[in-house]
């Protein structure tokens, strides 16, 4: 079964720092790609960023290029979104996410169906 195991959340005040982590089981990682979603309180669930199976490519959501920098270690079935200048707008639990194909494209965010349990993210002002 795919297992997404999010890990890295936690409160952070305005401005800093934060490094998530995904460790993926239970298909061959190297093949999928892979992304972060995010779902505020009282929004619907929000595209953050995805990398293509080889880690060649990324797409980023405008509201955080610039700021964060998704990541892959395929001999670690890891995926990392490293967030930087974190505002409290950025609040939200986030999720780690699995492309629907094998080296599928990651043009849409529609394209990425199982999700992890998520990890809560909290910027304070």
């Known amino acids: 079964q795919v297992q997404l195991v999010e890990s890295g959340g936690g409160l952070v005040q305005a401005g800093g720092s934060l490094r998530l982590s995904c460790a993926a089981s239970g298909f061959p990682f190297s093949v999928y790609g892979m992304g972060w979603f995010r779902q505020a309180p009282g929004k619907e669930s929000e595209f953050v960023a995805a990398?293509?199976?080889?880690?060649?490519?990324?797409s980023y959501a405008d509201s955080v290029k610039g700021r964060f920098t998704i990541s892959r270690d395929n001999a670690k079935n890891t995926v990392n979104l490293q967030m930087n200048s974190l505002k409290p707008e950025d609040t939200a639990v986030y999720y780690c996410?699995?492309?629907?194909?094998?080296?599928?494209?990651?043009?849409?965010?529609?394209?990425?169906?199982?999700w992890g349990q998520g990890t809560q993210v909290t910027v304070s002002s």
């Open positions: 990398i293509t199976w080889t880690g060649g490519f990324t």
């Open positions: 996410v699995r492309h629907k194909k094998q080296f599928g494209s990651i043009r849409s965010s529609a394209d990425f169906g199982s």
